[in-house]
């Protein structure tokens, strides 16, 4: 498996994967920046955070589902870089919310499970991160 932007870290450093869509993904922003007309995801911000020692690597994309994400190869470059003592936090729901299939009482928590037992199988420890509920 080989990406643009897939984690090349050496040995013995900790890393973050990060699987979601628009709201974890690297968003870009107009240079100077606006914070009016400019937003963020927290998986950009996420780095602020951290100390240093542990890389980071966002494989979210805008406009994702637990479904496209696997579709895309997105979730095969996770697992091919992904070893024990990394972690990986998943968050995903915006755009499931969107597609009857994918709603809550249906394919969105096996999707989501699927996931995490995948992750899990590689030795890595897993955490869904849930967001706020959208209002219609």
Request: net charge neutral; aromatic share 10%; glycine share 8%.
């Amino acid at each position: 498996v080989e990406a643009a932007g897939a984690a090349n870290v050496s040995d013995g450093v900790t890393t973050v994967y990060l699987c979601g869509d628009s709201t974890v993904t690297d968003q870009s922003a107009e240079i100077p920046y606006l914070p009016g007309a400019c937003y963020a995801s927290w998986g950009q911000a996420l780095p602020a955070f951290l100390d240093g020692r542990i890389a980071v690597e966002n494989q979210a994309h805008c406009g994702l589902t637990t479904e496209t994400f696997r579709q895309e190869g997105h979730m095969d470059i996770v697992k091919h870089f992904l070893r024990p003592g990394d972690f990986c936090l998943i968050q995903f729901g915006h755009n499931d919310q969107k597609l009857p299939h994918l709603r809550a009482d249906r394919e969105y928590p096996v999707k989501l499970r699927r996931y995490i037992d995948a992750v899990r199988y590689q030795g890595a420890p897993t955490m869904s991160c849930w967001r706020n509920t959208c209002r219609r």
